[in-house]
DNA sequence: CGCCAAATTATTTTT
DNA sequence: TAATTTGGCG
């Protein structure tokens, strides 16, 4: 390995990348070439000798740390076995499959997301004999994220949920699962209670990194600072003008923390930015320059000013659509782009429909990142709840959600019955189940109990076949076909055979994706509890290849990436800035205003907005204007586009016309 | 006691 | 629009 790290960096860039010993704080503008700088950090510590096994680079996103282990192996052309990049969260989970004994948990544990939580807390509300309409089950579940992470403490107006708080975490743990929350706090409480623990993850990790430092949150921060406060061998990289996170805890202040707890350190200023032209460098230095709460900057570039900004105001949300795939289908041939060039950014999710819709129609293949996870999907969770509950016999949510999936009988009141029952003998619904099954004095009928029988010899038939045989992706293959999934669907779905189809193509997506990383020859460990586990964190098919496709996503999903041309859709009032956001607190516009800065600086060549002037929201045609940040920008800087010209004949005449030039060469 | 069909409600961002 | 919940029926 050779690195040349001088003559491969900017001065700065080089004295972030070699300063290896002692804490260094990199600030880093969008663009600054700050990824690259990390990865030659990396390859130049290795090349120093240092072992894999003792570096841990913290990110937080799965895309950014594959990439980041991606560019190191380029770098230094090794496979890296045990290199740690890992996102906070999957790195607290590696804490717990190891750790999690201490806390009196099991290590078979179950994450529940979002949606589990959801269920989780609305059943504890039925529990409580809590009529539902008057708890906000999206508003419990933001309340007790931020009390446990102590964002928050009770005040006279939450307090009154307090005992809903206390009996959601006495189900978790009884179930033997843990929230995201909990994959931050639980290390983080080993690390302030185990002093061995936090010995042994001290005296591994000697050398930390992390990336994205301005979206820490205070437990993410406290971890880092337990990990690194003896050795001292901290690089944390930011730029506050990029925080887009505080929602979830994280605090940008955090850069200040750190000065404050690392005195020593050695501060760098990543200032010129290699990504974007002119133009864009100078629409977002003018745009953020709106906001007060931030450290000066002064971003330059020494490359060209550009194409200017194409602003495009388009009737409706389909309009816009449709200029975005012309558009693109256009630049493919007049600027020699392929479809990877291009990132379409929305500021919401569900913008993304409309899209995905006009891109089908078009057949411009594309990607969307984030959104409505593949593995949200009901089917695949159906199938995944009986694999964690083969894995963890414990964790109740997941029995209630395939107890009657396929149907087998047991309603509201059976299943009322197995809770008294599990209740007064405490025990796990399942466990409740089996011991009915064979308990001929349980005060319960025939029927219920032959049901119990039959679901129990089910469960302990795949869970001895799971744990026997090499091939776990067969044995579920064999289950979904065993208990008639597809009948279920059928039924579900009388009149509509072709949802049947997708759904059962779904599972057989999902199971064969299992089975590769079961087969995975560079898998060291292929157990399910891994794999579990990692689709928690994960929302999207890993072995899924992004080539040559267009990128769809929101932006928050876009950072760190970049596009040679960006299409920001929705640049309209109440979408950005978001309605919600803005009601919530006035000050939340500084953040609108950071993931603006943060969608523009995503254009390396062209960036192109869209401002519908009516919008399609859930039912109803909405009237829309263009959102205040449009006016934040130095107007010659932009250049209004007029209607659809795409449509003309003559304008298709000449696209079909390079097509032929374009196919001919 | 379970199931079906009509009624209802939800949309900010993510690990 | 689609998934989930509720009320009445078999």
Redesign the pocket.
Known sequence: MDLHLKSALNDKQYIGASTIEGPVLIIAGAGSGKTRMITYRIAHMLEQGIPQSHILALT????AAAEMAERVRDLTRAKLPKLTTS????FGVMVLRAEISHLGYDNNFTIY???DIM?LI?NVVRELKIP??EV???ELN?LF?SIKTKRSVWTAETSQYREIYDEYLLHLKAYNAVD??D??MLPLRLFEEHPAVLEKYRSRFNYIMVDEFQDTSHAQYKMVLLLASEHRNICVVGDDDQS??S??GADYENLVNFERDFPEVTEIKLEQNYRSTGNILHAANSLIANNTKRKKKNLWTGTEHGRTIVLHHPEDDEQEAQFICSKIKELSFSHGLTYVDFGVLV??????STLEQAFLQEQIPYTV???Q?FFS??EIKDVIAYMRLLTNPDDNMNFLRII?TP???????????LRSYAKSHHLSLFSAVSKLAYDMNAPI?DR?RDTCREFTELIELYKSRLFSKRDMAKTIRNLVGDIDYRDHLI?E??DNER?VQWKMKNIEIFINMFERWEKNPDNLDPNIYEYLNRI????KDDNDKETGKVNL?????SKGLEFNTVFLAGVEDHIIP????I??DEM?IE??RR?FYVAITRAQQSLYMTSCSQRK???ELIDTIPSRFIEEIPQELITHEEADAESTPEQAVDFFAKLKAKLAT
């Open positions: 937080f996103t799965n895309k996102t906070f969260h999957a997301d979002q949606a269920a609305k539902l309409e906000d089950l999206y933001n994220s995201f929350d994959l931050i887009i996170y929602w979830r500021r919401t999710n569900s913008l993304l990142s984030g959104g996870s999907r009901k009657n149907r087998r009988g047991i309603g509201r009141v059976s299943i009322e019955s009928r219920l039924s779905h009388p949802i928690s964190l994960t929302t996503m929101t932006i928050h999903a978001h309605a919600r956001s009601e919530e939340n953040e609108e993931l929201v859930m039912r």
